[in-house]
């Protein structure tokens, strides 16, 4: 292992720009596009998991006061081939990905050094260097900040699920009756909102490590700048004659794996589907020009619901309806012309 980098490591001078990202444009974030050498990324050692899940405990323990918090009924569902998604009766599932699940543990029976061996795999979403879901989410409300995590703002999301269809790994999961929709069509659309791990986003600002790392008691994962991340990937597989995935999969992530077997293999033993991603090949899909032709078209429209999605939130927190909210701004503002 490096020197400069032990497991577990939270190195300060990566999270530069942590804390002051939250505040600002979502579009604006993902055109600027921030830098990979200024990515905190994650090392996830397979050799190292036992599987004992108090990683996923400790996620939605700190986690849990960001959980979907859905009104019932359910209104009407606008269009009415969205199906409704409600996980608010089933939060104990942990044996996937749901919107009160963000990580969960992956098993693979396969042979390492002859012997048949049941590896574990911590699975959660990979925090690509070019994120789909944020480049496009039509109402911006999916955002990537300079360090490197996306998070879905979910003030702002109407649960619509284009990131979860741009996304390889089909991490998103939504929740039905929750989100900005009750304020804007609270009797007709009825979509929800979208849940993904934001690895700790709101900790990292604080120089605390993510919660599942901290978790962990066998130093499965280590964070640090992306280029040592990658750098100790290959070191610790030249170690275990094993493989890297994260490097280069959808034009890169910042959650790489470290494997004793290949990655086909893992990727044929582990069970995929709803909610469970795989670990088999991921283009580029922000490389493909039809998506970057729609990245373009959505902006203005991302822009214009970037501002509303605030307009709301700010109502919010002065604890007014967004109409008497208006009516106050007017009055201040006619106040300050005089
Ligand atoms: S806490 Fe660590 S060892 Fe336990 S399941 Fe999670 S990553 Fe594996
Ligand atoms: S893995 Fe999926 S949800 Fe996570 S950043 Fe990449 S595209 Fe977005
Ligand atoms: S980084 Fe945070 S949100 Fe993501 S899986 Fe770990 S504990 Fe959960």
Same mark, same amino acid.
């Given at each position: 292992?490096?020197?400069?980098?032990?497991?577990?490591?939270?190195?300060?001078?990566?999270?530069?720009?942590?804390?002051?990202?939250?505040?600002?444009?979502?579009?604006?974030?993902?055109?600027?596009?921030?830098?990979?050498?200024?990515?905190?990324?994650?090392?996830?050692?397979?050799?190292?998991?036992?599987?004992?899940?108090?990683?996923?405990?400790?996620?939605?323990e700190t986690n849990a006061p960001k959980f979907p918090n859905?009104?019932?009924?359910?209104?009407?569902?606008?269009?009415?081939?969205?199906?409704?998604?409600?996980?608010?009766?089933?939060?104990?599932?942990?044996?996937?990905?749901?919107?009160?699940?963000?990580?969960?543990?992956?098993?693979?029976?396969?042979?390492?050094?002859?012997?048949?061996?049941?590896?574990?795999?911590?699975?959660?979403?990979?925090?690509?260097?070019?994120?789909?879901?944020?480049?496009?989410? +039509?109402?911006?409300?999916?955002?990537?900040?300079?360090?490197?995590?996306?998070?879905?703002?979910?003030?702002?999301?109407?649960?619509?699920?284009?990131?979860k269809a741009v996304c390889p790994w089909d991490i998103p999961?939504?929740?039905?009756?929750?989100?900005? =929709?009750? !304020?804007?069509? +609270?009797?007709?659309?009825?979509?929800?909102?979208?849940? !993904?791990?934001?690895?700790? =986003?709101?900790?990292?600002?604080?120089?605390?490590? +993510?919660?599942?790392?901290?978790?962990?008691?066998?130093?499965?994962?280590?964070?640090?700048?992306?280029?040592?991340?990658?750098?100790?990937?290959?070191?610790?597989?030249?170690?275990?004659?094993? =493989?890297?995935?994260?490097?280069?999969?959808?034009?890169?992530?910042?959650?790489?794996?470290?494997?004793?077997?290949?990655?086909?293999?893992l990727n044929a033993a582990i069970e995929k589907g709803p909610?469970?991603?795989?670990?088999? +090949?991921?283009?580029?899909?922000?490389?493909?020009?039809?998506?970057?032709?729609?990245?373009?078209?959505?902006?203005?429209?991302?822009?214009?619901?970037?501002?509303?999605?605030?307009?709301?939130?700010?109502?919010?927190?002065?604890?007014?309806?967004?109409?008497? =909210?208006?009516?106050?701004?007017?009055?201040?503002?006619?106040?300050?012309?005089?």
């Open positions: 292992m490096s020197k400069s980098i032990s497991r577990r490591t939270f190195l300060k001078s990566g999270l530069l720009a942590a804390g002051t990202v939250a505040a600002g444009d979502a579009v604006a974030e993902a055109a600027a596009s921030p830098a990979r050498d200024q990515h905190l990324a994650t090392l996830i050692d397979i050799t190292r998991c036992i599987g004992c899940g108090a990683c996923v405990e400790a996620c939605r859905p009104q019932k009924p359910f209104p009407k569902m606008i269009p009415e081939r969205v199906k409704v998604s409600d996980w608010s009766d089933k939060q104990d599932v942990d044996d996937r990905l749901t919107p009160y699940n963000w990580l969960f543990i992956q098993t693979a029976t396969v042979m390492v050094d002859g012997e048949e061996t049941e590896l574990t795999i911590p699975r959660r979403c990979m925090h690509c260097t070019n994120p789909p879901c944020v480049k496009l989410c +039509p109402w911006g409300a999916s955002r990537q900040y300079q360090n490197g995590i996306s998070r879905i703002d979910t003030d702002m999301c109407l649960g619509g699920s284009k990131c999961q939504r929740q039905t009756g929750d989100g900005l =929709y009750l !304020k804007l069509l +609270p009797s007709l659309a009825g979509n929800g909102i979208m849940n !993904k791990c934001d690895r700790c =986003y709101d900790r990292v600002a604080r120089d605390e490590l +993510p919660a599942c790392i901290e978790a962990c008691p066998e130093d499965v994962q280590t964070i640090g700048p992306r280029a040592e991340i990658v750098a100790l990937a290959h070191e610790r597989a030249k170690e275990i004659n094993g =493989y890297v995935y994260g490097e280069h999969e959808n034009g890169g992530t910042n959650t790489l794996y470290v494997s004793p077997v290949p990655f086909e293999t909610g469970k991603p795989h670990l088999g +090949p991921a283009e580029d899909r922000m490389a493909d020009a039809n998506h970057l032709g729609a990245a373009l078209l959505i902006a203005p429209l991302a822009g214009a619901a970037t501002a509303l999605g605030r307009y709301l939130k700010a109502a919010r927190r002065a604890g007014q309806s967004p109409t008497s =909210y208006a009516a106050s701004n007017q009055r201040s503002s006619k106040t300050s012309d005089r």
